[in-house]
């Protein structure tokens, strides 16, 4: 049985870039353009992983990620931040909202891989 992500970005490429990386590892991925569409996107869906960006229109990561750790389905399924921000401040707001693992852009394919595979049982 495949696994699923939902990827999480308003950058069109990103999400391209990110969903084919995973697609390469055997997941199957639903893309959603920010955190409100990726939000609609989670109801009913069957989610091993989502991987998000935090800087988006009308929802940011960390508010999608809070949101979706308010879900049943969503408590213990790994959430990865994707941005190109850096500062501890931010990535200590990611852990108190849940978010399981933060890496920056530009994403090294392999190493996105590596931290899926820490992750997702």
């Known amino acids: ?7 999480v970005d308003d950058s069109t ?13 055997g997941f199957e ?7 409100k569409d990726a939000l609609a996107k989670s109801q009913g869906g069957n989610f ?12 940011d990561g960390i508010t999608l990620i809070k949101e979706l ?16 921000e850096s500062q ?5 707001q990611g852990r108190a909202a849940g978010a399981t693992g933060w890496m920056t852009k530009p ?9 899926v595979a820490k992750v997702v049982k």
């Open 1 to 7: 049985m495949s696994k699923t992500a939902l990827v």
């Open 69 to 84: 750790r308010t879900l049943p389905a969503f408590k213990f399924i790994p959430i990865l931040m994707l941005t190109t």
């Open 29 to 35: 991925v639903v893309e959603g353009c920010d955190g």
């Open 13 to 25: 490429s990103m999400r391209q870039m990110v969903a084919f990386t995973l697609q390469s590892a």
């Open 48 to 59: 091993n992983l989502v991987v998000t960006d935090l800087n988006m229109p009308n929802m």
């Open 88 to 92: 501890d401040e931010k990535k200590q």
């Open 107 to 115: 994403f090294n394919p392999e190493q996105l891989l590596q931290v």
